[in-house]
């Protein structure tokens, strides 16, 4: 495919990316804060057993996900502009509408069947199990819609539903723990009040009824699907082996008290960094799509939002990193999940490195050969596997930490070693340069605060953050100015 460069298209995306990000930031900072809030509030409502069983519960869950659910709805944002150009709307939501129903039926079949299989190998309770089967039918549908929502272009709308979502999950949540004592699976109950109301509010916001007619399938609208959805699932399902496996080898090493311990460090990185630093992706992702398939280089724009995210990432994760003890200390209401602080640097860079890799394996998906990011990101699965059984039982929580961070690096590594035909990235080598000396005061005022100052943490962390931000904006409009040609 030749690809021409507009510049007058690029500064007009720029431009409508900012501002959904400007829509979509509302949603995503409300999903930061309530991620934030969920650790110290679940923490002293439930004990280090009951939290790791919880733990256990939701990665179970977004393994079921990834296999029968998540990849639709992506499917389902990557062609609708297709689609609509095409006039094809109602055989199309036909098709997905479809395919995920049917996703769910063999799900209930398989996990049937093979449902002692299931206990033994996730080592959780058959109560849980069945409650997360169940579980995932408004989670699955949530899922598509959501993915409707952005394809839509909708972010306003995709704002007010999450931020409703987060806040009825942790009321529902916390009232049920406090009214009915069931534990864990109270906020699996939380979730699935939450989730069902909010899918209501989706099918309104997105509109589906009035293009959705039940119609025959045309198969050969089925394959583009498949093929591109199967990949995305494996990759998915690559980047849960490296990212929520160790709990798995963690209970069957060390017992539930220890994966409550990965699943507070979990939560504090994973769940809360990703989650704001999705803001740039997610208005970002759509809008590329579209000039993708009008022909437009769009190698300047994501190497763009590339400098964005480290820009917003590194600095953030290096403070929490340094930082661990009082981190935790600050988000951790009972003082029996302290010693997750050990964790908080490997899995803080372990998400840079994982977010970071939404823009260098963008090209996979833009080129619908999504089996590449599917084979980097399985051979990093497999590796950070074999690292937590080999580090876990000599290393404890910091050979979980240390098995996250080198599967994560090495799936970011490959994804710039491996490079498609006019997708290779363009760095971006004038914001790595400003970064990069900004980080020197920083590192200049961080060895004062530890030998000649004290300070409290808090006070000390976002001055840090103060003088960075300070000196890069600072050589943004002086010395270091980009050039608009």
Request: aromatic share 16%; with cysteine; hydrophobic share 55%.
């Amino acid at each position: 495919m030749e690809f021409t460069e507009n510049r007058e298209v690029e500064q007009e995306q720029l431009k409508a990316i900012f501002r959904d990000m400007a829509k979509y930031s509302p949603s995503k900072i409300c999903g930061m804060l309530g991620n934030a809030v969920i650790v110290p509030v679940y923490t002293s409502l439930l004990s280090p057993e009951q939290y790791g069983l919880y733990s256990l519960s939701i990665a179970v869950l977004s393994f079921l996900c990834i296999l029968f659910s998540d990849w639709i709805g992506l499917s389902g944002l990557r062609f609708f502009k297709h689609n609509q150009m095409m006039d094809n709307m109602p055989k199309y939501l036909t098709t997905l509408v479809t395919m995920l129903a049917s996703n769910i039926f063999i799900m209930f079949v398989l996990s049937y069947i093979f449902r002692n299989n299931f206990y033994n190998f996730f080592h959780i309770p058959v109560k849980y199990f069945f409650a997360i089967l169940f579980l995932i039918i408004p989670v699955a549908i949530r899922a598509l819609l959501f993915q409707l929502l952005r394809a839509q272009l909708k972010s306003i709308s995709f704002t007010i539903s999450t931020i409703a979502n987060q806040i009825m999950t942790i009321l529902l949540s916390v009232f049920f723990v406090k009214v009915f004592h069931l534990g864990a699976i109270a906020l699996l109950l939380g979730m699935a009040v939450s989730i069902t109301l909010t899918d209501l509010l989706l099918i309104y916001q997105s509109n589906i009824l009035s293009w959705f007619k039940l119609q025959r399938i045309e198969w050969h609208s089925v394959l583009p699907i498949i093929t591109y959805g199967i990949p995305i699932a494996a990759t998915s399902l690559s980047a849960w082996i490296i990212n929520q496996s160790n709990k798995f080898i963690m209970n069957s090493i060390h017992g539930f008290s220890q994966v409550g311990l990965v699943g507070v460090a979990y939560g504090l990185t994973f769940s809360l960094l990703l989650t704001i630093f999705s803001i740039i992706t997610v208005a970002a992702i759509p809008r590329i799509i579209n000039m993708y398939e009008e022909k437009i280089d769009v190698r300047p724009i994501i190497s763009r939002f590339t400098g964005y995210f480290i820009l917003i990432a590194l600095p953030v994760i290096t403070v929490i990193s340094v930082y661990s003890i009082d981190y935790v200390g600050m988000l951790s209401s009972n003082e029996k999940f302290l010693e997750a602080f050990k964790l908080i640097p490997y899995f803080a860079f372990g998400s840079f490195f994982m977010a970071i890799t939404d823009y260098t394996t963008l090209q996979y998906h833009l080129a619908n050969k999504t089996y590449i990011d599917f084979i980097i990101k399985l051979i990093s699965g497999i590796t950070g596997v074999v690292l937590n059984i080999l580090l876990i039982p000599q290393y404890g929580l910091q050979g979980v930490g240390i098995a996250t961070l080198g599967a994560n690096f090495l799936y970011f590594l490959l994804s710039i070693i491996i490079v498609l035909p006019g997708l290779r990235l363009i760095y971006p080598v004038l914001t790595l340069s400003r970064i990069f000396i900004a980080f020197v005061p920083t590192a200049l005022l961080y060895y004062v605060f530890r030998n000649y100052l004290s300070a409290p943490a808090l006070v000390e962390m976002l001055a840090l953050m103060a003088v960075f931000y300070g000196v890069y904006f600072a050589l943004q409009r002086t010395i270091m100015k980009r050039k608009e040609y």
